[in-house]
């Protein structure tokens, strides 16, 4: 059963099953709610890691879950109304399956292939979001989810064959991470001994995260950061009430956020 708690405490982080309703959904449900955000690597939030403690993307269902993300992409009415269904018909499959775990249901307590399985849920979430949208919108939603990414993004292959990255990039971009890991573990030892607070992880780690930004940017050449500006598109202004809305959902929060 510790293992199960394990890998659902481990689904969670990854943000599998943080697909958020529309902040108008929300509002709905509970009442109202004041504003999100999102802590995840070059900026905020929580989602998918890639190499590292710290290191998360966010989704692009949870980037639709904004109201300064909906407002970029023009969504019409019927499309909100598409994908809060979509929404909570797939946040309904993942609860069940979570469900099902902690009743020691499925899994053998195979940890890997479990949280395979929600990241193809998580997949799949998307995959359906995208298709409420039209062309255009898909696009721009790309784009904006690579801001949200910051310089995290160049950890994507699609991302790395687009700029060309050479091998020596690659290795580089790995020792990189592998030495953000090593410096996070350390505040988590640190934390563990009594040396700091839990407070003091969160200012510290995402000292760390900026950072490895930082070298990030070193990595690439001025002709790959020019292409990467141009891949990301007109620049994408976060309201700072969704930024909250997404910090609460991601904390088991009310979420929310300022209506349209």
Known sequence: MKKINLIIASA??????????????QNRQQGGGAGGGQRQGGGGGFGQQRGGIGMMSVTKSMLLGRN???????????????????????????????????????????????????????????????????KEQQTRLGQIQMQFDGMRVILKPEIQKELGMKADQ?????????????????????????????EEMGPLMEQN??????????????????????????????????????RNFGRGGRGGGGGN
Not at 12 to 24: F, N, Q, R
Not at 69 to 85: F, H, M, N, P, S
Not at 178 to 189: D, G, H, L, P, S
């Open 170 to 198: 690659k290795k580089r971009l790995d020792e990189l991470q592998e030495q953000q890991q090593a410096a996070n573990a350390t505040i988590m030892q640190r934390a563990r001994d009594g040396e700091i607070s839990r």
């Open 209 to 246: 995260n900026k950072a490895l930004d930082a070298e990030f940017e070193k990595v690439l050449t001025d002709d790959q950061k020019a292409k990467l500006k141009e891949m990301q598109g007109a620049k994408f202004t976060r309201d700072p009430k969704d930024d909250e809305a997404m």
């Open 68 to 134: 300064d993300v909906q407002k970029d992409l023009k969504i019409t009415a019927e499309q909100k109304a598409a994908l809060e269904k979509a929404q909570a018909d797939q946040r309904a499959k993942m609860q069940a399956r979570m469900e099902e775990l902690r009743n020691g249901g499925g899994g053998g307590g195979d940890f890997t292939a479990i949280r395979e399985e929600f990241e193809k849920m998580s997949k799949e979430a998307d995959e359906a979001a995208m298709k409420v949208l039209t």
């Open 12 to 25: 969670a982080l990854l943000g599998l099953l943080a697909l958020p309703m529309t902040a108008e959904a």
